[in-house]
């Protein structure tokens, strides 16, 4: 996941990382980390002070930056023994590779009662069962159209491959973050299953490629193609559910629609650093987010969409029309570009850039 | 040599100044990009210090070729065009009045001040199809409807030229306007046109001058990563922008770096040849 103000973070990222360690009292505040800027602005306002009025825990917000930056200055500083934040957000790739090197501090289940109540992909285990994590957030990327072009929305994937819709998209720039591997496989090879061979991902990507004439940005800022997306520059491509929806309801000629294939069911997950000396203090925050009543504070406030099933909310038809969808979602397959991230990254850029 | 040391105003140790902050800001840092070039990736974090290839072997393919093809070529053409703008329109400035020279001096160190980000958003704007100068076209009714002339090759090396342009100025005019007026009153009095005098005479004299402006534009627009991204299509990406993608989004520092070392070595070899040429012809 790239999302939302890399830099800023980046930059706060490395000052948490450079500062001397603090002698941890019982009373010290717990650091949590969130995306800087959108999401750790919201988190501040709407969740933790209800968190620590609930519990008495103080919390300390670190705004991180998205991905795999963050991964990495945990684990330097896990090295050295220190926890720049104890509580992380992390993006799901992010999270596997720390899995995978045993980064993530082992918690205790017993201690978390409402975790239950997450779905299993949601619940976070190692190898030997025991849980690291849980999902935090989760959002999805929908087929969005431009009203004033495009006054009837369109019903499916097939739209990007359209050829009058020559020079008409945008799409993200990056295998990692736009999933168009997992659609084109959903859409035409009926599921992801074929994308687990690097045949199958040679045969998706084929696919894929005969796209490219109606791409006109291939975007990573995506302010960049939001405004193009408003104006009618780029009429048509994949983009976040929530912020469009936003958009929309100021006013701005788009629409996000989730496509009869179903749309991009990403997520970030809650882990706490093997280097933290707050691990009681994480479990009890961790407990505290999988609280449906807090999962439908965050849909209302934040616009994610919640982790747990919806009919343990309170949310109202249109409150999670707003963040979510019953439809079935694509759910991407994080492992393989964890397994194969560079040979999909390398033949990826050879797709988009040849 | 020995009479002329003796002469001088400042002591020679001063020269170890620059020259250790050269190498510590410039030898150190390269050395750190050398070692991470060639040490082991981790895909979990950073790097892990060792020592291998595989980064460089990874980069000699077609596709990699074809990359830097596009970087040097992008650049070459924009340092061309500014230098092919830049060098007439500084003559032309250096015989306007003190005023004006100024004034417009510093409107060009103004254009500096703005970042890649704000110049590449405001050109994306002005080519853009919804709000940008075909609109203009259109109602004057030079085209049938409005286009986007954006993302393009053409945007990408306009974006380029906007941030070269004063840069080429920069170099040239100091020597522009040192150039003795009589030099050009000669070639007339001798017969000579004005198009001859100032091919035959006033282009060879700045002839280094000129090959600085280029060589300055084409390494500068080099390491533009911004600007492909925002103007250029895919197709137009640089090298720059596969290297911020190896190291931001994929961090793979070992290869981000690897890469860096062969811009840096294409780079390098070009301006070799490019001053090379300038100081041969200029001798003769």
New interface residues.
């Given amino acids: 996941m790239k999302r939302r103000q890399f830099l800023v973070s980046a930059a706060l990222g490395t000052a948490a990382l450079a500062a001397p360690t603090i002698l941890r009292a019982a009373s010290t505040p717990l650091k949590v980390g969130t995306y800087g800027g959108y999401f750790k602005d919201s988190f501040d306002k709407f969740i933790y002070p209800d968190f620590t009025a609930a519990t008495g825990i103080e919390i300390e917000s670190i705004a991180e930056p998205t991905g795999e930056a963050w991964l990495v200055q945990l684990s330097q500083a896990a090295r050295a023994g220190q926890a720049p934040a104890d509580v992380s957000m992390m993006a799901q790739l992010a999270r596997i590779k720390g899995e995978r090197s045993g980064l993530w501090a082992k918690l205790d289940e017993g201690k978390m009662e409402h975790i239950s109540v997450l779905p299993k992909h949601f619940v976070h285990r190692y190898e030997d069962g025991s849980v690291y994590g849980t999902g935090a957030v989760s959002w999805y990327v929908t087929l969005v159209t431009n009203t004033d072009t495009y006054p009837e929305a369109p019903s499916s994937w097939k739209a990007l491959w359209d050829e009058a819709n020559k020079d008409k998209l945008g799409l993200m720039s990056l295998a990692t973050n736009s999933f168009l591997l997992e659609i084109t496989a959903t859409t035409y090879f009926g599921g992801t299953d074929i994308l687990k061979s690097e045949d199958g991902i040679l045969k998706v990507m084929a696919k894929l490629a005969e796209l490219k004439p109606n791409v006109r940005l291939w975007y990573r800022d995506e302010g960049q193609f939001q405004q193009a997306l408003e104006t009618g520059e780029i009429p048509m491509g994949e983009y976040y559910h929530d912020v469009t929806t936003l958009a929309a309801s100021q006013d701005k000629p788009v629409r996000s629609t989730f496509p009869e294939e179903g749309a991009v069911l990403d997520s970030g997950s809650w882990v706490v650093s093997k280097a933290s000396k707050a691990v009681e203090q994480a479990q009890v925050f961790i407990d505290y987010m999988a609280q449906p009543e807090i999962q439908a504070k965050m849909s209302r406030n934040v616009g994610t969409a919640p982790t747990v099933p919806r009919d343990l909310t309170d949310l109202t038809d249109e409150e999670f029309a707003a963040v979510s969808s019953d439809k079935t979602p694509i759910l991407p397959l994080y492992d393989i570009y964890v397994d194969r991230g560079d040979w999909i990254n390398q033949k990826w850029s050879e797709l988009i850039t040849g | 040599m020995s009479a002329d040391t003796d002469q001088r105003a400042t002591p020679g140790w001063i020269g170890l100044w620059p020259a250790l902050m050269l190498v510590v800001f410039f030898l150190v840092p390269f050395g750190i990009m050398l070692a991470v070039s060639v040490s082991q990736?981790d895909?979990?974090?950073?790097f892990i210090p060792g020592f291998e290839l595989t980064h460089y072997a990874?980069f000699l393919t077609a596709?990699f070729a074809k990359?830097m093809g596009v970087s040097v070529g992008v650049s070459l053409a924009a340092a061309a065009i500014c230098v092919v703008l830049a060098f007439p329109f500084t003559v032309f400035l250096s015989s306007m009045s003190h005023r004006i020279q100024t004034l417009a001096l510093v409107v060009l160190l103004s254009v500096l001040s703005l970042s890649e980000v704000i110049v590449g958003?405001s050109l994306?704007t002005l080519l853009?199809?919804?709000?940008g100068i075909s609109n203009l076209f259109y109602w004057l009714g030079l085209i049938d409807a409005p286009v986007?002339y954006t993302?393009s090759l053409f945007a990408l090396i306009t974006g380029l030229c906007y941030i070269g342009f004063p840069f080429a100025v920069l170099v040239l005019y100091p020597p522009v306007s040192r150039l003795d007026p009589e030099i050009i009153e000669a070639a007339r009095v001798m017969g000579a046109s004005g198009p001859r005098a100032f091919f035959g005479v006033v282009v060879p004299n700045l002839r280094s001058a000129i090959v600085g402006a280029f060589i300055l534009v084409f390494v500068f627009t080099l390491g533009s990563y911004l600007l492909p991204?925002?103007l250029g299509r895919?197709?137009d990406?640089t090298l720059s922008v596969?290297i911020t993608?190896q190291a931001?989004?994929?961090?793979?520092l070992p290869f981000a770096a690897a890469m860096s070392i062969f811009l840096m070595l294409v780079a390098l070899a070009l301006v070799g040849l490019a001053s090379l040429a300038g100081r041969q012809r200029g001798a003769a």
């Fill in positions: 990736r895909p979990a974090g950073a990874r596709f990359v958003f994306s853009s199809k919804t709000a986007a993302p991204q925002l895919s197709e990406w596969h993608d931001i989004y994929q961090s793979n």
